[in-house]
């Protein structure tokens, strides 16, 4: 079955720096999008960044472009999330999930996402 596993979580200062990683298995596909969102308390989840393997097009979401980048790992099935310069308003758990039922380039929403992972925290306190 399809399987995301996120690792790389933890507690870290504001301005530091932190990568996770989502190991993906279970599934082939032509192509899909891959990216991680995010879950504050109270909110809503958001989409951080998904990469498309049709292009390595990305999309980033605005508050963390510039600080924050993916990258993916084809013959280990990983994607990592690079982040920098962090903030505490980027506390949050951090979700790895997949769209390969109709993987859209550019498009990078929870709600167009098939498959998720079970999350991981990322706390950003001084």
């Known amino acids: 079955q399809v399987q995301l596993v996120e690792s790389g979580g933890g507690l870290v200062q504001p301005g530091g720096s932190l990568r996770l990683s989502c190991a993906a298995s279970g599934f082939t596909a032509d192509y899909y999008v891959i990216g991680w969102f995010r879950q504050a308390p109270g909110k809503e989840r958001e989409g951080v960044v998904c990469?498309?393997?049709?292009?390595?097009?990305?999309i980033y979401g605005a508050s963390v472009e510039g600080r924050f980048t993916i990258s993916r790992d084809n013959a280990k099935n990983t994607v990592d999330l690079q982040m920098n310069r962090l903030k505490p308003e980027d506390t949050a758990v951090y979700y790895c999930a997949v769209d390969f039922v109709r993987p859209i380039p550019g498009r990078c929403i929870p709600v167009g996402m098939d498959y998720w992972g079970k999350g991981t925290l990322v706390t950003v306190s001084s």
């Open positions: 990469i498309s393997t049709k292009d390595d097009s990305t």
